[in-house]
Antibody, heavy 117, light 108 residues
Framework: QVQVVQSGAEVKKPGASVKVSCKTS????????IHWLRQAPGQGLEWMGW????????NYAEKFQGRVTMTRDTSISTAYMELSGLRSDDTAVYYC??????????WGQGTLVTVSS | EIVLTQSPGTLSLSPGERATLSCKAS???????LAWYQQKPGQAPRLLIS???SRAAGVPDRFSGSGSGTDFTLTINRLEPEDFAVYHC?????????FGQGTKVEIK
């Protein structure tokens, strides 16, 4: 069965970077894109971008370009999302999700990133 | 980018009743590329519907999606206790992918 497991909660200071991991199992990792999304407290979902585990190609939402980097390690079926220059409004739950095109059929459990001085 | 507006913000209903949730797009959604997700507190979203009306695997048939162009609806017939949650619509017809702000279905 498909499983998507993310790394644990993080607390960061403004200006720092955070790197969240997303370990997958139960399917061919290189066969599906991995997307990253986030949800600020009490807010809706926001798409951040995707990575192709097969090629390593990425596509980032304009809002995050220059601050986000998505990578993968195919040997351990894991994707990563690093966000730099953290601000208080980056406090959110960050999700990775398997994408069938841009339909998100399996999600990680979410990683709370808190940005606070 | 396409803005999705969901209404109502909160829907208060009793188990067994029908829920009708609306999702309106600021411009036409290509090929009805509209999905619905269910999210319970402290959990990740769960895919319910894609292509405006196709249920995902394992989704009960009391959930149905309809609509086209700019107006889409999620209907939940005979609400079960486990259906009380937040529902999000998402368009994927034109980049970037965007979501509505969500509709909360709560127990009356």
């Amino acid at each position: 069965q498909v499983q998507v497991v993310q790394s644990g909660a993080e607390v960061k200071k403004p200006g720092a970077s955070v790197k969240v991991s997303c370990k997958t199992s139960g399917y061919t990792f290189t066969g599906y894109y991995i997307h990253w999304l986030r949800q600020a407290p009490g807010q809706g979902l926001e798409w951040m971008g995707w990575i192709s585990p097969y090629s390593g190609n990425t596509n980032y939402a304009e809002k995050f370009q220059g601050r986000v980097t998505m990578t993968r390690d195919t040997s351990i079926s894991t994707a990563y999302m690093e966000l730099s220059g953290l601000r208080s409004d980056d406090t959110a739950v960050y999700y990775c999700a398997r994408g069938v095109v841009v339909i998100f059929d399996f999600w990680g459990q979410g990683t709370l990133v808190t940005v606070s001085s | 980018e396409i803005v999705l507006t969901q209404s109502p913000g909160t829907l208060s209903l009793s188990p067994g009743e029908r829920a009708t949730l609306s999702c309106k797009a600021s411009e036409s959604v290509n090929s009805n590329f509209l999905a619905w997700y269910q999210q319970k507190p402290g959990q990740a979203p769960r895919l319910l519907i894609s292509g405006a009306s196709s249920r995902a695997a394992g989704v009960p048939d009391r959930f149905s999606g309809s609509g086209s162009g700019t107006d889409f609806t999620l209907t939940i017939n005979r609400l079960e206790p486990e259906d009380f949650a937040v529902y999000h619509c998402q368009q994927y017809g034109r980049p970037p992918v965007t979501f509505g702000q969500g509709t909360k279905v709560e127990i009356k």
